[in-house]
């Protein structure tokens, strides 16, 4: 459908790093599941027409029951499971979608996206066809070779941490995912790889914000409860 932007909502990871018996997309933040924060800004954008959560099969009835219907979550139109590795769970949630022109592909446990991110992402996406969400390294990056030597220094100019969301024209997206899908996918860590290694579109940057922290490790929690403490105070 012309116009019509989706977000696809990946919520099925594990969490091993948090030492956590919940999984970390479910742990609460002031009272709210970090889940909860990022489906509250799709929610409340009016460029988001749609949604779909993609979560492990045994939370499919908690996400449903605990998160979509207790907080009012209408646009939410599927939660479906997901798979055994990050980019089954984006195929499930592509295959998932109605028809759309642009999908957004975003980590659950990124909670503090907002509708200005929204729109330098979704305005770059719709200028190339696709974009990813990001902010300029603060600090100098080190590759390093098989034996934990420093092999090389790149340029700290040219260096982004990556953030999601990531956006993409719908079909290119699609046809990027059933090409790669025939080869072997192990080094895959996000959707713009597939859409770098499976088409000649070149990816663009747009700025995200140094808040778009991922949960990951229990220290994140200290620094996300600081980030909403900090929204409160400034009126956000």
Not at 63 to 87: D, L, S, W
Request: charged content about 25%.
């Amino acid at each position: 459908m012309a116009g019509k932007n989706t977000a696809i909502v990946l919520a099925a990871g594990q969490g091993k790093r948090m030492h956590s018996k919940i999984q970390k997309q479910f742990l609460e933040i002031q009272g709210h599941p970090v889940l909860y924060y990022s489906l509250r800004c799709f929610q409340d954008s009016p460029l988001i027409h749609e949604i779909i959560l993609v979560t492990g099969e045994e939370s499919v009835s908690y996400c449903k029951e605990e998160i979509v219907k207790k907080y009012g979550f209408t646009k939410v139109t599927a939660v479906i499971p997901g798979g055994k590795e990050r980019y089954d769970s984006v195929y499930a949630g592509l295959c998932a979608c109605e028809e759309c022109e642009y999908v957004l592909i975003h980590d659950g446990a990124r909670p503090f996206i907002t509708e200005e991110i929204l729109e330098r992402g979704l305005h770059k996406a719709k200028e190339t066809g696709a974009c990813v969400i990001g902010m300029p390294s603060k600090d100098t990056i080190k590759l390093a070779d098989e034996d934990g030597f420093v092999k090389e220094t790149p340029d700290r100019k040219s260096a982004w941490i990556i953030q999601t969301p990531q956006i993409f024209s719908y079909s290119l997206i699609r046809n990027a995912h059933e090409s790669i899908r025939r080869k072997d996918m192990s080094s895959i860590t996000d959707d713009a790889m597939v859409v770098e290694q499976e088409t000649g579109v070149k990816v663009a940057l747009a700025e995200g914000s140094y808040q778009n922290i991922k949960i990951t490790t229990p220290e994140d929690l200290l620094i996300a409860e600081a980030f909403l403490n900090l929204r409160e105070v400034s009126g956000e």
